[in-house]
């Protein structure tokens, strides 16, 4: 039985538990009762400035019993093994993002969660959020037509020259930019849209990727990073193709543009909750095709979901995917955030960050050097 106000253990008490924290505040149905965290001096920071109870070890966590959910917000190198310690105890998860680093991992945990007849979700849970709903709304209302071709972006801006050494949460955490170097832009980021697509137009059917790491000293000499470019292919099975690009290099770009028979729809941001959707019709005035320059944004009556104020480079509420897994335990019906969804987000992603170099062929044919022109030679 869920006990109410649904009862919440955080493992992993980093720069994103205080985004979830502020999130979770919005809620009357929810409290976290105990937290843990192997840095205890972190684990001590968080607690005092949240005044929750540490706890020092996960088995001590577990076994209080007063969890009915735990978020597992550790680092992705630690994600399956704290979330098999919750299931094995008999506890739902909500995991970040990936659920695990390696596919198998994944299929075990999911497995597991299936045997133990407990939930498992994963973030990122902003396919529940405003613009993501209004997004899909407008496609199932025919607004642009038959959706055909989706552009995804997620590029961050040449993030290993910004002053990352600087950026601390509220709490006072750092941003842990060796793990995230580490684990690459893609684990990090491609779920913010990858699970928007899933949710629009259902699961993947093929991916055709391509990954590359451009920056190689990004920690250091001799420090492994992961790729920070990548593009995925994604084939849906109603014939809707999308291009998923990531990269920490690129000029910062979060747009998301379906591309349908009648017009075009795009959100600007996925990382705001609240970024306008906009459809631009296509008409033929005279010889000319044109996208009308001034769109018209997309609403929906009534009230949606809580939001949190716009913290660093997001205004998203982390609290979304938790809520609706408590609100489908509650209700006995199955959740929006599933096993099913996360194995499936983490295996797409894999294939997109896994893909180095690219299903290439070696180009046989050459052709010289070419000289600019004269007039773009001069001093
Ligand atoms: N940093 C962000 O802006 C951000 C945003 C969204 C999602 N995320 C995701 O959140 C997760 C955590 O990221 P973060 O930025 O908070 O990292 P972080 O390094 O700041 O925090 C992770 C915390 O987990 C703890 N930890 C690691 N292994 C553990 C274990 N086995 N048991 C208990 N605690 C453990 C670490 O000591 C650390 O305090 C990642 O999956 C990341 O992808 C991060």
Same mark, same amino acid.
């Given at each position: 039985?869920?006990?109410?106000?649904?009862?919440?253990?955080?493992?992993?008490?980093?720069?994103?538990?205080?985004? *979830?924290?502020?999130?979770?505040?919005? *809620?009357?149905?929810?409290?976290?009762?105990?937290?843990?965290? #192997?840095?205890?001096?972190?684990?001590?920071?968080?607690? +005092?400035?949240?005044?929750?109870?540490?706890?020092?070890?996960?088995?001590?966590?577990?076994?209080?019993? +007063?969890?009915?959910?735990?978020?597992?917000?550790?680092?992705?190198?630690? &994600?399956?093994?704290?979330?098999?310690?919750? %299931?094995?105890?008999?506890? &739902?998860?909500?995991?970040?993002?990936?659920?695990?680093?390696?596919?198998?991992?994944? #299929?075990?945990?999911?497995?597991?969660?299936?045997?133990?007849?407990? %939930?498992?979700?994963?973030?990122? !849970?902003?396919?529940?959020?405003?613009?993501?709903?209004?997004?899909?709304?407008?496609?199932?209302?025919?607004?642009?037509?038959?959706?055909?071709?989706?552009?995804?972006?997620?590029?961050?801006?040449?993030?290993?020259?910004?002053?990352?050494?600087?950026?601390?949460?509220?709490?006072?955490?750092?941003?842990?930019?060796?793990?995230?170097?580490?684990?690459? !832009?893609?684990?990090? &980021?491609?779920?913010?849209?990858?699970?928007?697509?899933?949710?629009?137009?259902?699961?993947?059917?093929?991916?055709?990727?391509?990954?590359?790491?451009? #920056?190689?000293?990004?920690?250091?000499?001799?420090?492994?990073?992961?790729?920070?470019?990548?593009?995925?292919?994604? *084939?849906?099975?109603?014939?809707?193709?999308? +291009?998923?690009?990531?990269?920490?290099?690129?000029? &910062?770009?979060?747009?998301?543009?379906?591309?349908?028979?009648?017009?075009? =729809?795009?959100?600007?941001? !996925?990382?705001?909750?609240?970024?306008?959707?906009?459809?631009?019709?296509?008409?033929?005035?005279?010889?000319? %095709?044109?996208?009308?320059?001034?769109?018209?944004?997309?609403?929906?009556?009534?009230?949606?979901?809580?939001?949190?104020?716009?913290?660093?480079?997001?205004?998203?509420?982390?609290?979304?995917?938790?809520?609706? =897994?408590?609100?489908?335990?509650?209700?006995?019906?199955?959740?929006?955030?599933?096993?099913?969804?996360?194995?499936? #987000?983490?295996?797409?992603?894999?294939?997109?960050?896994?893909?180095?170099?690219?299903?290439?062929?070696?180009?046989?044919?050459?052709?010289?050097?070419?000289?600019?022109?004269?007039?773009?030679?001069?001093?």
């Amino acid at each position: 039985m869920l006990r109410n106000p649904a009862q919440i253990g955080i493992v992993g008490a980093g720069f994103v538990a205080d985004l *979830y924290m502020r999130s979770l505040a919005l *809620y009357d149905g929810v409290r976290v009762v105990g937290v843990h965290d #192997i840095d205890t001096d972190r684990l001590g920071q968080f607690c +005092r400035y949240w005044k929750l109870q540490p706890f020092q070890s996960l088995d001590t966590l577990l076994e209080t019993g +007063r969890c009915d959910l735990i978020l597992n917000l550790t680092n992705p190198g630690s &994600h399956c093994e704290v979330t098999r310690r919750c %299931l094995s105890s008999g506890v &739902h998860v909500y995991s970040e993002k990936p659920l695990a680093m390696q596919l198998s991992d994944a #299929i075990n945990l999911h497995e597991l969660a299936q045997e133990k007849n407990l %939930l498992l979700g994963s973030a990122p !849970c902003n396919f529940l959020s405003e613009s993501a709903q209004i997004a899909w709304r407008t496609l199932r209302d025919f607004k642009i037509g038959r959706p055909r071709l989706v552009y995804a972006e997620l590029d961050d801006g040449f993030v290993t020259q910004a002053p990352f050494n600087s950026w601390v949460s509220e709490s006072a955490a750092p941003w842990p930019y060796q793990d995230e170097f580490e684990v690459g !832009c893609t684990l990090e &980021h491609a779920g913010y849209y990858l699970t928007w697509l899933v949710a629009m137009f259902g699961p993947v059917k093929r991916v055709a990727a391509a990954s590359a790491c451009l #920056i190689e000293d990004k920690i250091g000499p001799n420090v492994e990073t992961a790729p920070d470019f990548s593009v995925g292919i994604l *084939y849906f099975g109603n014939d809707v193709v999308a +291009r998923l690009t990531c990269s920490i290099l690129a000029t &910062h770009d979060h747009r998301f543009r379906v591309i349908g028979d009648r017009g075009v =729809m795009e959100v600007k941001d !996925c990382w705001d909750n609240e970024s306008p959707v906009v459809v631009n019709k296509r008409m033929a005035i005279r010889r000319r %095709l044109i996208e009308l320059p001034i769109g018209r944004r997309q609403k929906i009556a009534g009230p949606t979901h809580p939001k949190v104020s716009r913290r660093g480079a997001a205004s998203m509420n982390f609290a979304l995917g938790p809520v609706e =897994m408590i609100d489908a335990l509650r209700e006995g019906r199955n959740p929006r955030v599933s096993a099913d969804m996360a194995l499936h #987000i983490n295996e797409v992603t894999l294939a997109i960050q896994d893909a180095v170099g690219g299903r290439a062929i070696d180009v046989k044919t050459t052709c010289p050097p070419i000289e600019p022109m004269p007039w773009a030679s001069q001093p």
